[in-house]
C-alpha cells in the first residue's frame, strides 16, 4: 500500500492529496478538480453516510465461505460492486494519467475481477470517445454514462453509445448543476418524466438513471421505465449541503 500511496501521490500532481481518509478536506471547493463544491459539505456528507453503517454480527449458521457473486440488470458479477464512471482525468487529476490508460485500466480491471466498469462524458470529445473505444474493444463488456444533454446531442450519443455492443446504457442526471460543464459552456438541466420516457425508448438495452437522491424521484424513474438507479450525488460536486448518498438508502430518515 505505502508504494501504491506513493506511486498516486506522484501521478495525481496535487490534484488529489491521496489522503490517509478520503474525506473531502483537504480538496474543498476544488471543482475542476477531486473535490467537493464549495464547502464539499456533501462529499463530507457522503463519508459520514457510509460510516455510520454497521455490521451485523451473525455467526449461528452454516456459511462458511461466503458468496458475494451477484446478478444486477442480467449480469452475473463476482461481486456487488461496479466502477464508478470518471471523466476528465486530465482537468481533474492533472494529467499524470492519460484518459485512454485511465479508461483501459478501468475497464478491463474491472473484467479481470469479474465484474463491470462504467465510462464517463464530459464537454470535450475525447472524453465520451475514450470511453466508447474501451468497452468496443472490451467486446461491449462496460456501462457508458452519457451526460443529459439535450435533443439530437444526446440521442447522437446514446446511438453510438449503443454502437460499441454495450447493452446497458446509463445517463447521469446528477450532472444537472455542475460547475465544469458550466464553465466550459455546456451546462446540463434536470430531466421530466416526459423527456425520460423519450430517452429511455431510445435505448434498446437496460437502462440506469444515476443521481437518484429521493423517492419521489425514484417513483419518477420507475415511471419512465427506468430498469435501475444509481443513488448518487455525484460526489458531493454540483450541490453543496446535499445529503449524503448511503443516507437516502436508509428506510429511517429519521437519523
Ligand atoms: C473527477 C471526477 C470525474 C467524474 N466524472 C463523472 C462522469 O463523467 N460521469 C458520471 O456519471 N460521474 C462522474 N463522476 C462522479 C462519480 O461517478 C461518482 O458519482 C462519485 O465519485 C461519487 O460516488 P458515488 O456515486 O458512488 O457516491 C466523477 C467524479 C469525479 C471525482
Not at 462529499?43 to 457510509?50: I, S, T
Not at 490508460?101 to 472524453?127: N, R
Request: some cysteine; charged content about 20%.
Amino acid at each position: 500500500m505505502k508504494e501504491i500511496l506513493e506511486n498516486a501521490r506522484k501521478l495525481m500532481k496535487g490534484y488529489c492529496r491521496v489522503c490517509p481518509v478520503c474525506d473531502g478536506r483537504a480538496c474543498a471547493g476544488e471543482v475542476p478538480g477531486m473535490g467537493g463544491l464549495g464547502t464539499a459539505s456533501a462529499f463530507k456528507a457522503n463519508l459520514a453516510a457510509l460510516a455510520a453503517y454497521r455490521f451485523n454480527m451473525r455467526l449461528v449458521h452454516d456459511v462458511k465461505k461466503p458468496q458475494i457473486r451477484t446478478t444486477i440488470l442480467g449480469k452475473s458479477l463476482s461481486l456487488p460492486v461496479l466502477a464508478a464512471p470518471i471523466g476528465g482525468v486530465s482537468f481533474n487529476m492533472g494529467g499524470g494519467v492519460s484518459e485512454a490508460a485511465y479508461i483501459e485500466a478501468l475497464i478491463q480491471g474491472s473484467l479481470a475481477k469479474g465484474t463491470l466498469g462504467c465510462t464517463g462524458d464530459g464537454v470535450p470529445e475525447f472524453i465520451h470517445q475514450t470511453g466508447f473505444q474501451a468497452i468496443q474493444a472490451a467486446g461491449g463488456m462496460g456501462i457508458p454514462f452519457i451526460k443529459p444533454w439535450e435533443d439530437d446531442e444526446l440521442f447522437d450519443k446514446l446511438e453510438r453509445a449503443q454502437a460499441t455492443g454495450a447493452d446497458i446504457i446509463g445517463m447521469d442526471l446528477d450532472a444537472a448543476g455542475l460547475v465544469t460543464l458550466r464553465k466550459m459552456g455546456r451546462p446540463v438541466s434536470p430531466k421530466s418524466v416526459t423527456e425520460l420516457k423519450r430517452i429511455r425508448a431510445a435505448v434498446s438495452g437496460k437502462f440506469i438513471l444515476k443521481g437518484v437522491m429521493t423517492v419521489a424521484d425514484a417513483l419518477l424513474a420507475a415511471e419512465a421505465g427506468v430498469d435501475a438507479i444509481v443513488v448518487s450525488n455525484h460526489g458531493g460536486r454540483v450541490l453543496d449541503f446535499a445529503r449524503g448518498a448511503a443516507r437516502c438508502c436508509r428506510r429511517s430518515t429519521r437519523r
